[in-house]
């Protein structure tokens, strides 16, 4: 949580942290500023200290939301630092971030960065700044980094912003389900009230739509892919595709909070009509997984154990997994479950990379979702739910919503 | 142009680049992908032929719909680099880009580095492979790099795809309008048919719904700020604020093609049934540089002369400028305009620092959007149209929408 962003810094043997870029779609700025249109940013904090919002004079009311302190760019006299850098402007804009850092007591040590921010700009001033301040380091922290380690576990205020999300989430899936329901059935495809066939476009946009009449943005997409499509973990699916009977539909929905904040994350697989037996008897599998995961789940329990678990489950039931050939493209090919929360995948991980630390802590929010794919036979099932680790030891759905799978149509 | 990109890596003694990131939101990567549902993907571009992506296994079909050449990031036996690099992630990440860079025939020169992504990773992994590569030197451009310069012209289907978006946010803005007039008024506030204040954060709601119905998303929000905060140019207003008769309306709308494409940007300032005189006089003042600014525009003409314009009219006009006052948070605070394509904010630039290269080429897309901005007066007027210079030398707003100041309302 945040309030042990300190103590992670000291583990590593941080000073300090610097987070750059905007205030919308930025998990780490988002993580202090709570959002806001801030175009692009500096955040730094002192370890022990308050944090400092940087910000253009335009969005000075922006940064004032945030209520933290706040301080205008154009009180740092670019223009001077531009000309004592005989004009370079990004040698001007390390002397900015130099004099930044120093207004917090920062002027060596180890430095944490973070923020979403073009690579090249990056790589430009952080290049410049280690330049300029060679008693200082700027530290890259790769996969396991400070923010995502706090990040990982949440608050019960965040928490319950991620379970509305979830009810929205699930009101939209819903919605979808209704809709589908509601058309005619000709030849085998869902017809329109023109007598036209429904697309997997026309299903995206009102998905589209539905989100945000509930108030909540879409930044990512969906997946909404049939047959062969379903049979691949991440296509997204071709939006001029009917929708056929008997076929399987992996519906993968993960809309965030408008603005760019917390994420929920729902798959449910379904078979327009009925269920052909080799779509039901994948189904059966990988609800079997799911539900063994669901009641295995415990708090504090090793992340990458129940990763181990399903690979054992789905092999023991035929099916070729990433655990008994890292390369396949076939079964079971992705790893249980992720974090969620600013960003939609953060820690804890399942996969076989994951870390002591990737436990089912209490305040963690995760997914699971076990998932058999079989693109060439036109087949693919996953079933995703996502789960909160209550701070009280509780474990269980956010939001829930029947994982059915076959939808009933009327007769043509 | 993108078929620019090899002669501008030439002129700047680039051997080619590196673009790192997501498929979405991501405009370097978008630029070479056009989109697509790509988690985290690497493209690798040696100066002279074509790029490589790689992308990962589960997305291998969304990778395939890019038409670019592609490889499998399950190729590069990551586990084996682990196991060299002891389990040391970082280490086996970074000679997998060792690997990749091999791939496509660089071994050493000089790479440019481009695409979002969160700046700890980018920290991280390129010291890693600075370290593994000493040959290489990974170059982060500052301000005006090789993407921005190639992107800032257009060619004829981007020109046409952001003047579809265009066409959706001026249809958009005008729902707003015909919405806004609909209501009832009482005590100098519009009423909602239940008799309660309609406030701004229900218009909002309302043009998310009706950009999304338009099929285009709204990734970075929308301004709609009345009276005090139209007056500081970033604010985006303040949800609970009701709509008052007589005070100016910022309402600025920036949205960009679903999946993070091409954005369009415009501003309109209204007074809801009537304009008090000092708003009507800000309003003519603005108008008049607006007027001034899209008459003057020229082929190839460079765009900080028309900053430089649009200060002295507005000094002329008695206005405090950042030109006679580079502090000022009054008067006229902003430059003209800015370059409008894959980012809401690209090249050219007009500001003071904008450079030789920031003019108006035939393709260039940018907004002009001259402003003033009292905040204790409770008065903020800009106005906003996006500008294409075609390739036939024809300068003109890409879609139009009156200027009007008043949106007259019924009787109460």
Redesign the interface.
Known sequence: MKKDIDQLLESRNLDGL?I??PG??NP?MYYFTGG??L?SAILVKKRGSEPLLVH???????AAKTGLPTRDM?DYSY?DYLKQANGD??QA?ARVHRQIFSDVGIDSGRV????????????????ALQSLMPDLT??????D?VLLQAMSTKDTEEIERIRAMGLATTAVVGQVADFLTSHRVKDGILIKPDGTPLTIGEVK?RI??WL??R?V?????T?FAIGR?AG?????GNPSDYLSLGKTIVFDIYPCE??GGYFYDLTRTWCLGYAPDDALSLYEDVLAVYQDSMRELEVDALCKDFQKRACDLFEGRGHPTIQSN??T?VGY??SLGHGVGLNI?EKPSFNK?ALESDRLTPGVVITVEPGLYYPERGLGVRLEDTVCVGHDGQIGVLAEFPLDLVLPMKEG
Not at 56 to 61: K, Q, T, V
Not at 138 to 143: F, H, I
Not at 217 to 221: D, I, K, T, Y
């Open positions: 610097l750059v870029g919308q779609h780490a806001g249109h175009t253009y004079s335009m969005e000075r009311d922006e154009a223009d402007y990004l804009i944490g960065v973070y923020g979403k921010q073009d690579a090249g700009i990056t790589q430009a001033i952080f290049t700027l530290v890259g922290e790769y996969n980094t946009r589209d739509l945000v009449e108030g943005e879409n930044p990512e997409g997946i499509d691949i973990p991440h296509s997204t408008t603005g890292p390369q493209q090919v992705h995948h990379y």
